[in-house]
């Protein structure tokens, strides 16, 4: 057994992080103010992207988002229901209906033909997973949506490629999270080729004054300048922005070494019959971010839960992405989701389980995995 626990993951801050982040602290500006700015340019540059709004989280971009187009009682924001919480949450503290689609069973994407079937004239939104940092089929996905608005939620997509190019060319939401694989503590962004919902976002997330401290000190906006209408507090610190600037610096680097692990991972699970891990979406070209690194834990010898307990036991730590949101206590209680209305979701809500992965991972920290579920799994 191993000596040390492993975690599922762990963030991937060096020294030059750490220097960063101690600069934004000796420079007597803390908030929001340079770095900030600079951060949201580089991830927008990056994505291929025109504006970055950079926000305390993505729940908060998708409360904002919900805001700005006026979402309310009577519309419909249809979403997969595996997904974190956060998106079905600010949905229905909107007033608004999730109307939850199933994933495909093997890659947990959703299907654009779902999407389309899902569509009715209360649609005011739509919001796809790239999930665990595989590539949704955007294509398809639009031509389903045509004048609905679509949000990516990207929060696992940060070095995710369709096609050639970065996802998330219209409107998506990144997270910076501890887990993600670039973070800035907690944190987020919204991401956009439109100058106006950019503007809005940066209105709505400080106060609805649509600037903060440092404009007004660096960007010659008035200190007068007053509320257009009431907006929220949802700004992202400079010192949480240091640290999200000096990863993104090396994301070629993390993704690539999340990459090699996955890779090695599914190798050595083609022999585990019991170990059913995710597939590649088919038919298009794409980068996978490789944020999770999923496997269904399907056999009549053990449940998924006290799978985790017993690698728990065993000093190696896991994950759960995700329970489904339409059969959480509230979904079910107040809106009256059931058993059966997901199929392949629920399946793999009752299976899934994500191992370790991160880029401090050893090849042998990946083989003691393995070693440790066959030896589970050889005793039952
Ligand atoms: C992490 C995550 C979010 C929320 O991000 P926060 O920055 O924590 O608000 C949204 N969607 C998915 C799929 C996530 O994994």
Known sequence: MRKEFLPFTRPAVNEDDIAAVTAVLRSGWITNGPVGAEFESAVAAFTGNRFGVALSSATAGMHLFLKILGIGPGDEVIT????????????????????????????????????????TERTK?????????????????????????VLEDAAHALGTFYKGRHIGAKNALYSFHAIKNVTCGEGGMFVTSDEKLADAVRRWKFHGIGMDAFDRQ??????????????????????????????????????????????????RFAEVPEIRVLADPAGYD??????????????????????????????????????????????REVMGFRPGMLPDTEYNSDRICSLPLFPGMTEEDVDDVVATVKELLAGR
Request: hydrophobic share 45%; proline share 6%.
């Open 218 to 267: 660096n960007r010659g906006r008035s200190p007068q300048a007053e509320v257009l209408s009431p907006g929220f507090k949802y700004n992202l610190t400079d010192m949480q922005a240091a640290l999200g600037l000096s990863q993104l610096k090396r994301i070629a680097e993390l993704n690539g070494r999340r990459r090699q692990l996955a890779l090695r991972y599914r190798e």
């Open 80 to 119: 997969p229901s595996m997904t974190w919480v956060s998106i079905a949450n600010m949905i229905a503290l909107a007033g608004a209906k999730p109307v939850f689609v199933d994933v495909d069973r093997e890659t947990l994407l959703v299907r654009p033909e779902a999407i389309a079937a899902a569509i």
């Open 286 to 331: 794409f980068v996978h971010a490789w944020h999770l690194f999923v496997v269904r834990v399907d056999t009549p010898k053990i449940t998924r839960d006290e799978f985790m307990a017993e690698l728990k036991k065993r000093n190696i730590g896991t994950g759960l992405h995700f329970r489904c949101a339409h059969l959480q206590k509230y979904y």
């Open 125 to 149: 939104l739509i919001v796809p997973v790239h999930f665990a940092g595989a590539a949704l089929d955007l294509d398809p996905i639009y031509e389903a949506a045509g004048e609905i608005p």
